[in-house]
Nanobody, 119 residues
Framework: QVQLVESGGGLVQAGDSLRLSCAAS????????MAWFRQAPGKEREFVAGITWSGDRTNYADSVKGRFTMTRDYAKNTVDLQMNSLKPEDTAVYYCAAREVRETVYNVWGQGTQVTVSS
């Protein structure tokens, strides 16, 4: 069973950058598609970014396109989310998620890391 642990969250000002990291343990996630989701207070969880199991394709929510970049490191069994030009509306708990290629939904989740962007 895969376990995911996020890190790198914090309190920053608008315009700053943060880099979130998600470390997988239990087994390699090299055959998993990975994604980042976020949930702001009073709102539903929303997709932020995803990367294929092969790492050849990424996709992003329109709200973060051009500002966020998702990467994966097979040697370290990690995925990262580089967040630049942060805005107050990016404030949320950010979750890492994994999905085996045969699955249709993300079924492994981390505990989340808080990102707060002040104006």
């Amino acid at each position: 069973q895969v376990q995911l642990v996020e890190s790198g969250g914090g309190l920053v000002q608008a315009g700053d950058s943060l880099r979130l990291s998600c470390a997988a343990s239990g087994r390699t996630v090299s055959s998993y598609a990975m994604a980042w989701f976020r949930q702001a207070p009073g709102k539903e969880r929303e997709f932020v970014a995803g990367i294929t199991w092969s790492g050849d394709r990424t996709n992003y929510a329109d709200s973060v396109k051009g500002r966020f970049t998702m990467t994966r490191d097979y040697a370290k069994n990690t995925v990262d989310l580089q967040m630049n030009s942060l805005k107050p509306e990016d404030t949320a708990v950010y979750y890492c998620a994994a999905r085996e290629v045969r699955e249709t939904v993300y079924n492994v989740w981390g505990q989340g890391t808080q990102v707060t962007v002040s104006s």
